[in-house]
């Protein structure tokens, strides 16, 4: 086997390929060619083993929002490390965690007061689920456990999370899973089975498919809707005008939580530190991760209402969950540095002034027969592509094996562009770069995209 240190640079491909199981990757595709190998980052760009200069299309995966290589996140680190490496938040408290709690809390809106940590965003979802069955419980209905959540979005990877989640192909070699999570229509108006011409009325219908769901159910049943801001699988599709004020009200109506998941949408992706800023609701509860630090250390955080965190500060109740890593120091140190970052050089300011114009330089895409629809909001789009532009004909499974895996996403990485082709749902690709992107930034992502798109349309 050899010593691991005498691992070369030229060797790293191959042996990642041997060691290194990586995740939602067909392996079999690197059986006779060296994994890409990403070595080093620098404002909106990664480097390979090899020198080669990518632009990250992707923030790494909705993650880097304050850019590759920022100094002073990594010192803050190394600082912390040697002051507190860890210490659990079971019963016990360290000043760091404070610190982003009481940080968190300051800009959650509402009565969103409470921050339960966790290490990444599956893990908060998995938390805000199993929070909502113990409230209901300690507070005399067992029965509200069931879940509702959109088709097509993705919610993590744990059993829950899974659960949640709804892209069926995703799931299946999992099942059987959490009992108890049920899907509604997503909020994708290019292909809305009604009111397609009509965002407004569109919105309330599929509102409305939320509280059809709740009343089949049973409200005595039903604890919680779990939605994103901008739902990310499928290709990011915003909310319709007036969606979320609905929800609201449904879910008011109904006493079902409203879950607001964030782990995408919250620290700047769409210019606002929460994603339900950007569109004016206030949930029970936000989960969150990704953007916290920016990527330099891992944490998420399920942040609570305080009438929903009440019945567990009284008498011998506790809420029996919890994770050895949660509130790392380290990370925890690292988000508040980050927070810093993003008040001192106003990223949030900086992705609402430049949204219409990356929108803008995107829709520019149209004129290519491939290009069906341009969507999303902040730095998150997504790009769906067809096959014939007047009917929306979507790609067959043989297409799109062919077009989007087999030439699209290597071709864009080849081409320089790191970002997302998926057809989870329909084939889209995804852009969100990081938050100090600008005009430059757009163009690039622009020329490489009508390119590889060309290219790829004279493929079909």
């Not at 042996?15 to 067909?26: C, N, P």
């Not at 969103?112 to 929070?131: C, I, M, P, R, S």
């Amino acid at each position: 086997m050899g010593n691991p240190m005498t691992v070369s640079a030229k060797d790293l491909g191959t042996s990642a390929y041997d060691h290194l199981w990586m995740h939602f990757t067909r392996m079999s595709s690197y059986e006779n060619s060296p994994v890409p190998t990403i070595v080093r980052g620098e404002g909106t760009y990664v480097y390979d083993d090899r020198g080669k200069r990518y632009l990250d299309g992707l923030a790494g995966l909705f993650v880097v929002q304050a850019g590759h290589g920022r100094a002073e996140l990594a010192e803050t680190a190394a600082r912390q490390a040697r002051e507190l490496a860890f210490f659990p938040v079971w019963s016990y408290a360290h000043p760091r965690a404070v610190e982003l709690a009481e940080r968190l809390a300051h800009h959650a809106p509402g009565d969103l007061n409470k921050v339960f940590f966790t290490t990444g965003g599956g893990e908060a979802v998995e938390t805000a689920w199993k929070l909502a069955k113990q409230y209901f419980k300690l507070t005399g209905k067992p029965a509200k456990h069931k879940v509702i959540s959109r088709a097509v979005a993705y919610h993590g990877t744990p059993q829950g999370a899974l659960s949640l989640t709804g892209l069926p192909a995703l799931k299946a070699p999992f099942e059987p899973l959490v009992p108890g999570a049920h899907k509604v229509p997503n909020t994708n108006i290019y292909r809305a089975p009604v009111h397609g011409d009509d965002p407004e009325a569109f919105g309330r219908w599929a509102a409305d498919q939320i509280e059809q769901q709740i009343l089949f159910e049973g409200p005595d049943t039903v604890a919680a809707v779990f939605l994103e801001p901008v739902q990310n699988a499928g290709g990011c599709f915003p909310p319709p005008p007036g969606y979320f004020q609905r929800v609201r009200e449904i879910c008011d109506r109904h006493d079902v939580l409203l879950v607001s998941d964030e782990v995408i949408c919250a620290f700047g992706r769409l210019g606002t530190m929460f994603g339900c800023d950007k569109f004016g609701y206030v949930p029970d509860m936000i989960t969150c991760a990704k953007g916290m630090t920016s990527g330099y250390s891992p944490i998420g955080a399920c942040i609570v209402s305080d009438r929903l965190a009440e019945p567990f500060y009284r008498g011998s109740n506790a809420f029996l969950h919890g994770y050895t890593f949660g509130g790392h120091p380290v990370s925890a140190a690292v988000a508040l540095a980050n927070l810093d970052l993003f008040e001192r050089e106003r990223l949030n300011q900086h992705v609402l002034d430049h949204e219409t114009a990356f929108l803008a330089t995107l829709r520019r895409l149209h004129d290519l027969p491939i290009v069906g629809d341009v969507r999303g909001n902040g730095f998150f789009y997504g790009i769906e592509l067809v096959k014939d532009k007047d009917t929306k004909e979507t790609f067959d499974a043989e297409e799109t094996e062919r077009v989007l895996y087999g030439f699209l996403s290597r071709a864009l990485f080849d081409n320089g562009l790191y970002c997302r082709a998926d057809d989870r749902g329909d084939p889209v690709v995804q852009l969100a770069p990081p938050l100090i992107s600008d005009q430059r930034t757009f163009d690039e992502i622009e020329q490489i995209l009508r390119a590889t798109l060309t290219e790829a349309w004279a493929k079909l």
